[in-house]
């Protein structure tokens, strides 16, 4: 069992493992009100059931608009101008597409395996990737940054805080890929359009919307799973005459202020944020503050559980021991994953590590032989689901408001997320939470959203509205790739997706994937990067060293680990089912093949070291 990543990758095959709700006798305190909690499991059942069948649309993930054609401008760079310069024409060592810590991380640990001539290519006019872009006021990270930020012990320094703003990380970005000479070869503001095989020179031949042309012995592919932001289907939202904008491309022109807030801006005016996720629990405080007047539109109210951010203490951090990051992390891993810290611990615990399913394994172990797995997990959710929601009503002044923000799913259904801000802004006198009952705002006009009938006159929308998801992996970086005989990499996924242990595919020599597909993420998503990212390079230096040019599995390597994964696959449908729509189950409707590794992420990270530690015959012995 696993708890796969959140923060990140490929929507619907994460979840905890399949919780069926069983019946079981209630351990929880008696109820206090005329709500369900935990020690009427029967009615709390219903009332998630209830929630999610009304939000439950029949056009799924169809009902979202795409930024294109009329909302084509999204694809446009607020933060830099648009290159303009002589294309490209060269061969180098590798081509790394995406800037964003996957592609930063396979990039460094590419120059440390001995690479001289590393392009890293992307859309945007810097290092950071969704960093890059998103730096909507209040973003920060709610995985704790000694953890998060790739490469920190070697890079040095200390963050300011356990859960640092995005200025701070976008920094960190940057700062890797000066340390590793990544800014000399990087080609911003470019997008990659086209990636064909060449078995003469066993190298990629790379094309771009700047006319360039580059050769490559390697390939990574590092696309991320935030990089294109998404609207909702709302009718008439065209023809909204006020200012829009999506958060993740906040426009300060407009509000004034900067990512630490302050929008100076907006004073006079009357704003709606649509969306009420993991980016609208940071931004809203901030606009609140600013605004005349705010409307928060909610359709389904996240799990706000408490934050506790805090400086990061200078003893403390000079007393870590060489290899702590390392340590860190997998005790980190391990606790969100259910599974004891190796390490003892190392201090890692926060609302990530006591999140349902972990509150359940501990009391599965408690309790063993008197209740089952799922009846341990289900209680568990239910108790912590309590905590969440009498926190709404300890925060929220107004009991009707305080009712409209408690979430009615299983934690995991949606995102978790942190904050010690965001519910007490509703107590302010020019915050109104418009409450959708679910269904959605009704329709956008000229002047304003419609809610229950009732037209709201704004002067700007913000669509906090997340990003597209579930997008086909072998499209989603928009690159037209074609492997050996020109077969695209379309055609080759088109029964299913097909790799060895995630990261390289048959017919497709040397061209790396970071990310979710057929792996095992989890939360601290920048964790696992970092372990493809090692892993690819190990891979490379060796192919290097025996003087082999070609990585590429064997059929049968492929074969086996394809088998591995159908054979062990996260089986998140049965509880994503229940769970109220969203990016996690396909907006209602989970899908039943399920790409991630059942083992989890400490039993992959195993696998892949034994693997690399072993004959490497796999990759570099009779392919090709
Ligand atoms: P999400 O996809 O999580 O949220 C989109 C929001 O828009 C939801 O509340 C959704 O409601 C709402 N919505 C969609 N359509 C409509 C509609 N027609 N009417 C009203 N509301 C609508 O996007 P976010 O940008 O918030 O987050 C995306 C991801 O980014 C997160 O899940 C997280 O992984 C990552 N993130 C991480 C952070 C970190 O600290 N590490 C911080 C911020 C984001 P509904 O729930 O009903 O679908």
New binding site residues.
């Given amino acids: 069992m696993n708890t796969t990543d959140?923060?990140?990758p490929d929507p619907g095959t994460a979840g905890p493992a399949a919780v069926e709700p069983t019946a079981v006798e209630p351990t929880a305190v008696e109820p206090t009100s005329g709500e369900p909690t935990a020690a009427d499991l029967g009615r709390l059942r219903e009332r998630y059931r209830a929630e999610r069948d009304r939000?439950i649309r029949p056009d799924g993930t169809a009902q979202y608009r795409r930024t294109t054609g009329e909302f084509g401008f999204y694809a446009d760079d607020p933060w830099s101008p648009p290159v303009a310069r002589e294309p490209v024409r060269d061969t180098v060592d590798a081509l790394v597409v995406g800037g964003g810590f996957g592609g930063l991380v396979a990039a460094a640990r590419l120059r440390d395996a001995g690479l001289e001539r590393i392009r890293v290519v992307d859309t945007a006019g810097d290092f950071g990737g969704t960093w890059y872009w998103n730096r909507y006021p209040g973003i920060?990270?709610?995985?704790e940054s000694s953890i998060y930020l790739p490469l920190l012990e070697e890079t040095g320094g200390m963050p300011t805080r356990r859960y640092p703003p995005g200025e701070e990380i976008r920094a960190h970005a940057r700062a890797i890929g000066e340390r590793h000479d990544l800014h000399r070869d990087a080609l911003f503001g470019t997008e990659v359009t086209g990636l064909d095989w060449d078995g003469d020179t066993d190298r990629w031949q790379a094309r771009t919307d700047h006319g360039d042309e580059i050769a490559a012995r390697y390939v990574v592919l590092s696309s991320g799973p935030?990089n294109r932001p998404k609207l909702?289907?709302?009718p008439g939202i065209e023809t909204f005459a006020g200012h829009t904008f999506h958060?993740s491309r906040w426009d300060y022109d407009y509000t004034g202020g900067d990512a630490t807030g302050g929008l100076d801006r907006i004073g006079d005016r009357t704003i709606a944020v649509?969306?009420?996720?993991?980016?609208?629990i940071?931004c809203v405080p901030h606009l609140a503050e600013g605004a005349k007047h705010l409307y928060v539109?909610q359709?389904?109210p996240s799990t706000v559980d408490v934050r506790d951010d805090a400086a990061y203490d200078a003893d403390w951090w000079a007393s870590l021991e060489p290899g702590w990051q390392r340590r860190r992390r997998e005790d980190f891993l391990n606790l969100v994953n259910m599974l004891p810290p190796e390490h003892g611990g190392q201090g890692v615990a926060d609302r990530w590590t006591d999140i349902a399913p972990v509150r359940g394994a501990v009391r599965y172990a408690r309790t063993r032989g008197t209740e089952t797995l799922s009846e341990a997990l289900e209680i568990a959710d239910a108790e912590k689901m309590d905590e969440i929601r009498a926190r709404v009503d300890a925060v929220v002044d107004d009991p009707a408001t305080a009712a409209a923000l408690k979430p009615w799913y299983r934690q995991m259904c949606?995102?978790p997320t942190f904050s010690d801000r965001y519910l007490q802004t509703f107590n302010r006198p020019d915050v109104t939470l418009l409450d959708?009952g679910g269904q959605?705002?009704e329709r956008i006009t000229p002047r304003g959203p419609v809610v229950g009938g009732t037209e709201y006159p704004v002067d700007a929308i913000v669509f906090?509205?997340?990003?597209e998801l579930g997008a086909d992996p072998a499209t989603r970086a928009g690159v037209d790739i074609r492997g050996r005989d020109g077969r695209t990499l379309a055609s080759a996924w088109a029964d299913g997706l097909s790799t060895l242990h995630g990261w390289v595919s048959r017919g497709f020599p040397n061209l790396f994937h970071v990310g979710a597909l057929q792996n095992a993420a989890s939360v601290n998503f920048a964790h696992v990067l970092e372990e493809q990212a090692t892993h690819i390079a190990a891979v490379v230096a060796a192919a290097r060293r025996r003087g082999r040019p070609v990585v590429e599995p064997t059929a049968e390597a492929e074969r086996d680990w394809v088998r591995t994964i159908r054979e062990r696959a996260v089986d998140g449908h049965a509880f994503l089912a229940e769970c109220t729509?969203?990016?996690y189950n396909f907006e209602g409707r989970p899908r039943r093949r399920n790409e991630q590794f059942g083992g989890g992420p400490v039993e992959f990270h195993r696998i892949l070291r034994e693997w690399r530690d072993g004959s490497l015959d796999d990759v570099l012995g009779g392919a090709g």
Avoid: E, H, M
């Fill in positions: 959140l923060s990140a939000r920060a990270c709610d995985i935030f909702p289907g709302i958060t649509i969306g009420t996720g993991a980016t609208a940071q539109v359709r389904t949606k995102r959708t959605g705002v906090a509205t997340g990003f729509p969203g990016y």
